[in-house]
């Protein structure tokens, strides 16, 4: 019996499929191996330009423009994550004035340069330093430290906001009428219910604004900040030597692949219910 049911499955199974060399499936191993040479070429170019008096002077301070970078990525983040929650419920409210305000502050945050967003801050700000010494917040907008932070924060709070307004209204509205009808508020629905199934769908685009914000970062050293590419430009200014932008290139690629397998294994833990 046993062995008819084995030559039952033999039989019934479908034929393994045939792999054939496709037009798309050589152009993309052709891709494929120019990006392997490529990388091979840039590892062997730094092995054969690799300077150990270069690197004992300025390891220190690539170090320290990466503390600056991710001090600066990760406070602006959170600051804009705060905002972001009145801006997304403004967005979402049926009071007209509310939401034209909102929509006004996204739309400008999200159609104008975020570089553009910093000059207006630092340098339009500080035209006005008379006024700003009288109530008390020259010492605040005179620092490029605190002008990048709050660039920064406005910046990421208008995109946060959308993808939280996105992901809320991404629930279907049976989930708000069934928690109403357990007799739920609207603030235990909201926490309970809605949004740790919207946080799911706006882990994916959470992850991508903070990867945008660590290679957005790099204008910063146009207004004095000291980030990641603030040490590299000095660097370069010093030695004249191109391999100090393929290093800095090098951290910023691994610190994004980081944050990446990082937002994997997160989605991976919280979607695990999910899986069947």
């Not at 490529?38 to 423009?65: H, I, N, Q, T």
């Not at 993808?163 to 009428?177: F, M, N």
């Not at 990641?228 to 290139?249: H, I, K, V």
Request: contains cysteine.
């Amino acid at each position: 019996m046993s062995g008819a049911v084995q030559h039952s499955e033999i039989i019934d199974r479908p034929p393994p499929p045939v792999r054939r060399w496709t037009r798309e499936r050589v152009v993309g191993n052709a891709l494929l191996a120019i990006w392997i040479l490529f990388g091979l070429g840039l590892a062997l170019f730094l092995l054969r330009a690799w300077d150990p008096e270069l690197m004992a002077k300025y390891a220190p301070l690539y170090l320290s423009g990466v503390g600056v970078t991710l001090s600066l990525v990760g406070i602006s983040v959170v600051i804009g994550a705060a905002l972001s929650i009145p801006i997304a419920y403004a967005r979402m409210s049926s009071n007209r004035v509310l939401n034209a305000i909102s929509y006004a502050y996204v739309y400008f945050f999200r159609g104008t340069p975020l570089l553009a967003q910093a000059f207006l801050i630092y340098y339009g700000f500080g035209s006005f330093r008379p006024q700003l010494e009288a109530i008390g917040l020259w010492s605040f907008f005179r620092e490029a430290w605190y002008c990048a932070v709050l660039a920064f924060s406005l910046n990421t709070a208008a995109y946060q906001a959308e993808i939280l307004r996105g992901a809320i209204e991404s629930v279907p509205r049976g989930q708000w009428d069934g928690a109403a009808s357990l007799g739920l508020s609207k603030l235990q629905t909201m926490r309970k219910i809605v949004l740790p199934q919207a946080l799911i769908v706006a882990l994916r685009p959470y992850g991508n604004e903070i990867i945008l914000m660590i290679k957005g970062s790099a204008i910063v050293a146009i207004i004095t900040v000291y980030d990641l590419m603030g040490e590299t430009r000095r660097a370069y200014s010093r030695t004249f030597d191109f391999q100090t932008y393929l290093w800095a290139a090098l951290i910023y690629l691994s610190i994004v692949e980081a944050l990446r397998n990082a937002i994997e294994w997160i989605e991976r833990r919280i979607t695990q219910h999910l899986k069947r």
